[in-house]
């Protein structure tokens, strides 16, 4: 069983996106800066007021980021991460409905589970581990 874990949205500029998500939106940082290595971005997580979904700022740390290409094109929504309960069966689930592993499964770094981004129907899907 899955369930919506948090929305991912590339931003330029870290330090300006904590600015933004804070005194625009309202939102509480829930982490400090985390950067992830194998991903070479920059992460930082929010609350919102309505929700147990987070959001999670994502900026490209080099230019050879998964994440660069995609701010190049504008930035934004960039993938829905959805918490399961049966790690291994979900992943299953979603390549035999036609899903692409992007990636192996991997620790994040944000918050030390395992994860794995898949891409569905012009959809980047992560998945993380409960």
């Known amino acids: 069983m899955i369930k919506l874990h948090h929305v991912g949205i590339v931003v330029k500029d870290i330090n300006e996106g904590i600015k933004n998500y ?9 982490s400090e800066i985390v950067y992830d290595e194998i991903q070479k971005v920059n992460v930082v ?3 919102t007021n309505t929700s ?3 959001i999670e700022l994502i900026s490209p740390a080099a230019e050879d980021s998964p994440v660069s290409n995609f701010l190049k ?7 829905l991460c959805y918490q399961s309960d049966n790690f291994d069966e979900d992943i299953g689930h979603f390549k035999k409905n036609g899903a692409k592993v992007l990636s192996k499964p991997v620790e994040a770094r944000a918050f030390k589970k395992k994860i794995v981004f898949l891409y569905f129907k012009r959809d980047i899907i992560e998945i993380v581990e409960k």
């Open 73 to 79: 094109k504008g930035g934004g929504l960039y993938h």
């Open 22 to 30: 804070k005194d625009v939106y309202g939102f509480a940082q829930e």
């Open 45 to 47: 997580f929010f609350s």
């Open 52 to 54: 147990e979904v987070q």
